[in-house]
């Protein structure tokens, strides 16, 4: 009897889709057509990503509680089979999957694109970590991302124009109050050189209240960025 190849083995070589270990073609980014059907897309909000009967910019919430950012581009709820992947992803070290989840956001963005009038960012920028927490797991899963995209889209990935300069806890479980508490002059960014870019694109990986987003779109804010976009894999 054959065994199904091991999901890390399949994935490092291509060769196999990373949920089903069905023959994939070279260049297939990891997932087969099959699969990538059993992502959930839903209509959300431009703004929060929250579910809607009909897209709109802004949300009765948003309305109320704008965003510091203008437009955001999601993959889907944080749901199987995007939850697994992301899971594996960033925890579990199979960086490799860095070009399939890159894929996904990049299909996301130009059906945002076709339907919504979406304009593709000039740059792009990784949400960052506090220094102690990416030595401790050994990269940035949002980085890791947004250069397969800054490749593909031939834009520059601006890894270091943001920092987190303040260890908080983690947001998990906490209300979106205490959230906004706990990432209070969590960032900083680069005001030393002038900054060309109008229009870019924060890459994050799930996103909850956006809180973490908010923070970072009000200090890209000072650089004069008059379009920030958010790119997130899954809204929870």
């Keep these: 009897m054959h065994q199904k190849i091991p999901f890390s083995v399949a994935a490092f070589f291509r060769f196999a889709c990373v949920l089903c270990q069905s023959p994939l073609k070279q260049g297939a ?5 099959g699969c990538q059907r059993k992502i959930p897309h839903y209509t959300y909000c431009g703004g929060c990503g929250a579910s809607l009967q009909h897209f709109s910019r802004h949300c009765g919430h948003c309305r109320q509680n704008e965003p510091a950012w203008d437009r955001l581009v999601i993959v889907g709820h944080y749901c199987e089979p995007i939850s697994y992947l992301i899971h594996r992803f960033k925890f579990q070290k199979q960086f490799w999957l860095d070009r399939t989840l890159a894929r996904l956001l990049l299909l996301a ?5 076709r339907t919504h009038g979406l304009h593709f960012p000039q740059a792009i920028i990784p949400v960052p970590l506090y220094h102690l927490r990416q030595w401790q797991r050994g990269y940035n899963q949002a980085d890791l991302v947004a250069k397969v995209l800054s490749r593909w889209l031939e834009i520059p990935c601006l890894s270091h124009i943001v920092k987190r300069i303040k260890h908080t806890h983690t947001q998990r479980g906490l209300t979106a109050t205490a959230r906004r508490r706990n990432l209070k002059n969590a960032f900083e960014v680069d005001c030393s050189k002038p900054f ?5 694109a924060l890459v994050d990986d799930v996103i909850t209240t956006g809180s973490t987003l908010n923070e970072i779109a009000k200090q890209l804010r000072k650089l004069g960025v008059q379009e920030i976009q958010v790119w997130g894999l899954a809204r929870a």
Excluded: D, K, T, V
């Design 29 to 33: 980014n990891g997932l087969c057509s």
């Design 196 to 200: 060309p870019y109008q229009r870019i």
């Design 109 to 113: 963005a130009y059906e945002a694109r």
